[in-house]
């Protein structure tokens, strides 16, 4: 499985931005897409997710400002990202979770969000 995310950037706090996330090659294995973060000096976390069924989970941090969601058809999962903060910079990951394993076995090359407070 191959990740390729677009989106990111730098943004004014208060503002939004959208990332997307494109999955190829054996995408009948993903169970579930989501997006990761690391800051500097944190460890990486999960922001957000959504099963193959449409379930989502959000880390307290961001529930109510984003919102995830995909497209199965074409395996596709985008994070509109609404009133954000300087606490949301970080490197922004695509991953995808295998069916066998159910853990997040695929991951994108990150792509940089910068919040200017």
């Known amino acids: 499985v191959q990740l390729m995310e677009s989106g990111g950037g730098l943004v004014q706090a208060g503002g939004s931005l959208r990332l997307s996330c494109a999955a190829s090659g054996d995408t009948i294995s993903i169970s579930a897409m989501g997006w990761y973060r690391q800051a500097p000096g944190k460890e990486r976390e999960l922001v957000a997710d959504?099963?193959?069924?449409?379930?989502?989970y959000y880390a307290d941090s961001v529930k109510g400002r984003f919102t995830i969601s995909g497209n199965n058809a074409g395996y596709t999962v985008y994070l509109q990202m609404n009133s954000l903060k300087a606490e949301d910079t970080a490197v922004y990951y695509c991953?995808?979770?295998?069916?066998?394993?159910?853990?997040?076995?695929?991951w994108g090359q990150g792509t940089q969000v910068t919040v200017s407070s």
């Open positions: 991953a995808a979770r295998g069916i066998a394993t159910m853990t997040y076995d695929y």
């Open positions: 959504i099963s193959s069924g449409g379930s989502t």
